[in-house]
């Protein structure tokens, strides 16, 4: 199938969609408004994509960042029809469900970009990946704490520190990010990363603020990081030194 981008109806009807999974009578997949020239448009050139499945959400970065980044298309990143596209292109692959069976399409964001506030954007289930990647590209393992989740479920540590820009995009914080939290054998987090207690995620980001009221961390290397992290980040510290 050839991308394009949802206009404004298009966008309007996967609104409409959503919105119906949250009710009695849900509405069926809009599948046909990828193709319908009433609820698309054309972009530059055409891009072939196909269906495939994704490990992750490290796959799915490379995935669009090796189709999009040289496609030539206008401010890439903030188009909210083509993000919107793909993530309906995608929707069965996206889409969390209950235990019930149920779908839960969670915050708006998730399949809209909200391109206007950044603290949103890479809440987006394609979008925030591809950023993530691209910011990354040249050692993508760096931020495996942020792309190891699978594309329905992006994770506690993705949460907390791509809605801030200063760190998702600092390649020490990521760094150290995937050294405090990842299992290496297993590559997906520790336990007690994704809680709220000490050592988390959570207070990374509280810590790593309060650091940069005094230094400038994007002159600093992961180590750096490391060996200033409070003794709350012990157990977790001493588990990326074995």
């Known amino acids: 199938m050839v991308i394009k981008r949802l206009n404004q109806l298009g966008l309007e009807r996967l609104d409409a969609f959503l919105d119906s999974l949250s009710s009695g009578v849900p509405l069926p997949v809009p599948s046909p408004i990828l193709e319908d020239p009433d609820t698309t448009e054309d972009l530059p050139k055409a891009i072939e994509i196909s269906m495939r499945p994704f490990a992750n959400r490290l796959d799915a970065g490379k995935y669009l960042y090796d189709l999009l980044s040289n496609s030539g298309i206008p401010d890439l990143e903030r188009d909210k029809g083509l993000w919107a596209w793909l993530s309906l292109f995608f929707f069965d692959q996206l889409c969390a469900t209950d235990k019930s069976g149920k ?63 200063e760190l998702v995009t600092n390649k020490a914080v990521v760094e150290l990010a995937t050294n405090l939290y990842i299992d290496e054998t297993l590559r997906r987090p520790r336990r007690g990363a994704a809680s709220k207690g000490p050592g988390s995620a959570r207070r990374l980001v509280d810590v790593l603020q309060q650091f940069d009221v005094t230094w400038n961390l994007y002159t600093m290397e992961a180590s750096d990081l490391m060996s200033m992290m409070p003794r709350e980040f012990d157990k977790f510290r001493n588990r990326s030194e074995v």
């Open 103 to 165: 779908k839960r399409p969670g915050d708006r964001a998730r399949w809209i970009p909200a391109t206007s506030d950044f603290r949103k954007y890479y809440r987006h289930l394609l979008a925030g990946p591809y950023r993530i990647f691209r910011a990354h590209r040249d050692d993508p393992e760096r931020a495996l704490a942020l792309l190891s989740g699978s594309l329905d479920k992006p994770g506690e540590i993705a949460e907390q520190l791509a809605a801030r820009h």
